[in-house]
């Protein structure tokens, strides 16, 4: 099945300093990646995705990087606010499924 | 806010007991999944309803059932649940319901599980 992880299980970053979070996948099938953001007590709240035809995509503030080449994931944060504490998740979507990697928890110092 | 409901926010009940989580969506999308998370740990997948129908069972003991009574509710009943069972359970919709290309999921708040 698919096993998705993070190389990194705690982060902790200065705020107005960039963040990035790594994320490593298993399947080279996989097509879909998401970035998903969860705050204490909440669910899983969508970042960003990007599909395996694309290399990079941007959004507000965060940019996801894609290489298929060894499997790995990205997710850039820039100028890091205190809102963005949390667990953050990368999934991969493969054998007609979403899994999730383990977590990577981001702590911002004010 | 999230638009996928999840009651109750938080269930405690007895080994014994029957109880019921409940999860509605009005995005019109054609799938629904059921998530179990522990703390510290990613989403479970446990079961995906695509277009009312199970599509997907991760091999989760009996005593979970769920139901799909229509495209908007989706509900998992539970019955003589252990103590390991404790969790976060998430529920999920995506707009696609085919396989293999889900699309975005989309959370709700999750229904904290407490087992006696």
């Known amino acids: 099945g698919e096993s998705v992880g993070l190389h990194l299980p705690t982060l902790s970053v200065q705020e107005g300093d960039n963040s990035i979070i790594n994320c490593a996948y298993s399947n080279s099938a996989s097509d879909y990646f998401i970035w998903y953001k969860q705050e204490s007590g909440k669910g899983p709240q969508f970042i960003i995705d990007i599909r395996s035809n694309m290399d990079k995509r941007q959004g507000q503030r965060v940019t996801v990087l894609l290489n298929k080449t060894v499997k790995h994931l990205s997710l850039q944060i820039a100028a890091t606010q205190p809102g963005d504490s949390a667990v953050y998740f990368c999934?991969?979507?493969?054998?007609?499924?979403?899994?999730f990697g383990k977590g990577n928890q981001v702590v911002v110092i004010p | 806010d999230t638009e996928v409901t999840q009651t109750p926010k938080h269930l405690v009940m007895g080994m014994t007991n029957k109880k019921s989580l409940k999860c509605e969506q009005h995005m019109g999308h054609r799938a629904m999944y059921w998530y179990k998370q522990k703390a510290k740990k990613p989403p479970e997948l446990m079961f995906v309803y695509s277009y009312e129908k199970l599509s997907i069972n991760e091999s989760v003991p009996s005593r979970f059932s769920p139901e799909c009574p229509n495209s908007s509710l989706l509900n998992l009943h539970l019955h003589a649940l252990q103590p390991e069972d404790s969790a976060l359970y998430l529920c999920?919709?995506?707009?696609?319901?085919?396989?293999?290309?889900?699309?975005?999921?989309?959370f709700g708040e999750g229904s904290r599980l407490t087992v006696l």
């Open positions: 999934a991969a979507q493969g054998n007609n499924r979403l899994a």
């Open positions: 999920a919709s995506s707009q696609s319901g085919l396989a293999g290309d889900t699309g975005e999921l989309f």
